[in-house]
């Protein structure tokens, strides 16, 4: 009988080692890979899952429509409108109603990762869009991306709303009104 022990630990060794080679590219948080193959015989260890995120937030309050819950790509979060936004653009000073001269701000949080777009359209009290805004998202998880409209002649008084898509999809709308 012929001895294959040798050249099947050969084998072994050399798909372990190109196996754990390519584990953890691109990942130093990855615990070190042993110099040493493991003895013949001796199973791997399966490779560490991914990690989990978080579940979507639950609904918010907004008219009629909620964030998706696909893994693996932005989905909306939450809406909010004010007069200011820190440095994270989130909004500061939560409100609905505004002097005509004010600066109005959104505030849109998104989750999970990926590429997206995300298009603020603000209408007048007649419903038509007096502007519209889109930003692209390269989001590597939760994000919050800010919109505003300004008109230093002064808003008309009235009823107004802010609509936001997600990659043309509408997923949120909020009213605010403008009043001297």
Not at 10 to 21: E, I, R
Not at 50 to 60: D, G, L, Q, V
Not at 133 to 152: H, N, R, V, W
């Amino acid at each position: 009988m012929k001895n294959t022990r040798p050249p099947l630990m050969l084998a072994v060794s050399l798909a372990a080692a190109l196996a754990l080679s390519a584990c953890g590219k691109g990942n130093e948080s990855a615990s070190p890979v042993p110099s040493n193959p493991p003895p013949s015989g001796t199973a791997a260890a399966p490779p560490l899952a991914p990690p989990a995120f978080p579940p979507p937030a639950a609904s918010t309050g907004m008219t009629g429509m909620t964030g998706g819950d696909t893994a693996g790509t932005v989905s909306f979060s939450s809406l909010e409108v004010g007069s200011s936004v820190d440095a994270n653009h989130k909004i500061v000073a939560a409100g609905t109603s505004f002097a005509p001269k004010d600066t109005v701000y959104a505030s849109v949080e998104t989750i999970g990762p990926g590429h997206a777009k995300l298009t603020a359209s603000w209408r007048d009290p007649q419903g038509r869009i007096v502007h519209e805004d889109s930003k692209e998202l390269d989001a590597m998880g939760p994000a919050t991306t800010a919109f505003m409209i300004s008109q230093p002649e002064g808003f008309p008084e009235g009823n107004y709303k802010i609509d936001i898509s997600l990659d043309g999809r509408a997923v949120a709308s909020k009213d605010f009104s403008v009043k001297k």
